[in-house]
């Protein structure tokens, strides 16, 4: 009895009869709690508010995956905000708008959607099944995604054209730093302790399966252990602090999309494929 039905809203608002809007979700909770919980059933529940406590304590956090609890402000406050953020940020300003353009114009939306996110990652490879466990599993890249945007759903004012489940530019950039954040991707000195003339050879080494570390190098994160390049660091968790500084590996991350890109377009150089991304850019004013 949550959804409206006889009013026409959920109509006006592209909902059927089957889906619930967030304020719809929400009063379905409470009456689930005063189903639950009120009317004398418990004696330390005297009221519909104490009912909703209760029934959010011990019935519904509990069984939640600490995913949908994650305080997203806590990684903006401690990592993304900062005057060394910001500035390698800013220092590859041209390639973050240019890879928004080009992955919001693909699918003519106001601003990128899941599926455009999407494409990036796998035309990056940066996804397990290109790039081994340093890579992003599919559910980390669409967490990565809602995580990173700073506005709540709502029907009521989102656009028919799909803006609701879209993220902003800002939005976008941040859900890049949070990938970099996540991702294991090698420091300059794994890779030539690894044996790698350059980061280039170190993916094309990825893509053949052939990624390894020398036996005698090993990462401080793993004292004297051989390991492979391709194993994720015990800091590469969606809730474990980080142990290195978020600019290197924003401006690591963002090499590697580069490069990646540029093999996928078969772009002759980096200024050629700029040059895709700057014609992106005046096509995606359009919508």
């Known amino acids: 009895t949550a959804a409206f039905k006889d009013t026409g809203e959920g109509k006006r608002l592209g909902l059927d009869r089957k889906t619930l809007g967030r304020h719809e979700f929400v009063e379905a909770m409470v009456r689930l709690s005063e189903a639950k919980f009120g009317h004398g059933q418990r004696p330390d529940v005297t009221d519909l508010p104490g009912a909703v406590l209760v029934f959010c304590r011990d019935l519904l956090l509990p069984g939640l995956p600490p995913e949908s609890v994650l305080d997203a402000n806590a990684f903006r406050r401690t990592q993304l905000y900062t005057p060394d953020a910001d ?22 939306t106001r601003g990128l959607v899941l599926e455009g996110w999407v494409a990036l990652l796998e035309e990056s490879r940066l996804l397990t099944d290109h790039i081994g466990p340093i ?71 990825c893509d053949a399966g052939t990624a390894t570390r020398a036996s005698q190098a090993a990462p401080s994160e793993f004292p004297g252990a051989p390991l492979s390049l391709s194993r994720r660091r015990p800091s590469g968790d969606l809730f474990t602090l980080p142990t290195r500084p978020l600019p290197g590996k924003v401006a690591r991350l963002l090499e590697v999309i580069m490069h990646r890109l540029v093999v996928f377009t078969q772009s002759p150089s980096e200024g050629d494929f700029m040059r895709l991304l700057k014609k992106a850019r005046e096509k995606a004013k359009a919508f």
Request: cysteine-free; charged content about 20%; proline content about 3%.
């Open 135 to 205: 890579g992003l599993t599919s559910r980390e890249g669409k967490l990565l995604f809602v995580w990173s945007r700073m506005h709540r759903l709502d029907p009521h004012t989102a656009s028919k054209a799909g803006a609701q489940g879209a993220i902003t530019l800002i939005e976008f950039i941040e859900a890049i730093a949070r990938t970099a954040d996540l991702l294991s991707l090698p420091t300059a000195e794994d890779i030539k302790a690894g044996g790698y003339g350059s980061l280039g050879t170190y993916l094309a080494a």
């Open 87 to 108: 500035a390698v940020l800013r220092a590859h300003k041209p390639l973050l708008l240019g890879l928004f353009a080009w992955y919001r114009s693909r699918l003519r």
